[in-house]
DNA sequence: ACGCAACAGAACGTTTCGTATCGTAAACAG
DNA sequence: CTGTTTACGATACGAAACGTTCTGTTGCGT
């Protein structure tokens, strides 16, 4: 099989680079169901054949959006399977966080990615590789003989992803709390969870 | 103030229950986005004016139609902390929970509530009473001195109903359970975060 | 130089929301 | 019983937005 040579005029990767920007800020501002190709276009100052030349649907801008933005990393690895798993923790909460000003009492962005349509799109390019990665860890910690293999896994790993998307999404009013204590609060969480019962 | 009395016709009550069943069960179907308002009176037999004359926009006849079947109850008093909670969480599970077959892959009646225009509406008439509910369960326990009144009260909440949250809306892939072994998992979750460190 | 595809701009068909208008039906007050 | 008020069905309507199509132009690779 050889790579098909692409002929003629390539896609701007700049351009396309501006249209995600473009497309994530009014994620941030309207939401999905508000979100028009048309201003994203205009924002951007090019067409609107030019962004429906590169994805098919609104659906599939907007995922590829959040996962231009998103960054899976590395598994953690300290040797500690609480730290590993609030490291794990925090990379997924800072892909999503916003950090601008001021801060919307919902995270839209989050929001978006609930969309019957755009849920599929970020399933396999990001929740489930998260989920092999906390299934690493907690692997790694069982044979290290640091946690007891007895426990449910899965469970383990879905309330603190849980807790991360409840925070995020509907919880209205979460204290604002600095990044030390935020941490702290996942610290407590995962020390719970993992501890051996009995 | 007087009670205004209502005058003329009045609407009718029957009528708009089957508008919120057949929003239920639209919303189950295609998801909020594609559901189609005038597919609901079709499916009802009723004209769009019937519709619009309870619910001004399409948000608030989802959220009317989601909360409608959205039961709160008492909260639960059985003297242990720990399947006091269980049981809090079981009631949020059950509200959400689709029975019927097939299993759909994401529950789309959740996801709805993700909508943004959706959300706040949900929020003040549910979302918030359910966690006044969950402090009483807590606060209960701690005058019992079976808590530790020290713990991160919020978290031990929103680590709960952050799990259902994901398991009924994200997690592609959760195991099919009956209702001893997820209520058992609950449990586990549940014992975890109210034991006392150290 | 040539071919191919991206580009901007604009028009278009379609769908759907939400509103408005009409005539009829039903509850209630006097 | 009569009049008032409001729900009801039916239908038409305007506005908005998705996604497509077309035209003419620009730019990359061979």
Redesign the interface.
Known sequence: MTQATPQGRPLDDDLTGRVLAATRESLED?????LRIERVASAVGCSKTAIYRRWPTKAELVASAILDRVTLGETPDTGDVVEDLVEHAWQHLTNFKHDGEPKPK?N?TM?A?????V?PLI?DRY??KRHVMGREILARAVARGQLDSQL?Q??II??I???????L????DT?VRNDAELKD?YR??V???V?S?G
Chains 1, 2 share one sequence.
């Open positions: 309207v939401g999905f169901v508000n919902h839209r929001l990615m609930f969309d019957a349509e849920i399933e929740m489930k449910d899965d469970l879905d309330a992803a849980g807790l991360t998307l409840f925070r999404s509907i919880k209205p204290k609060s407590t969480l020390r719970s969870l501890a019962p």
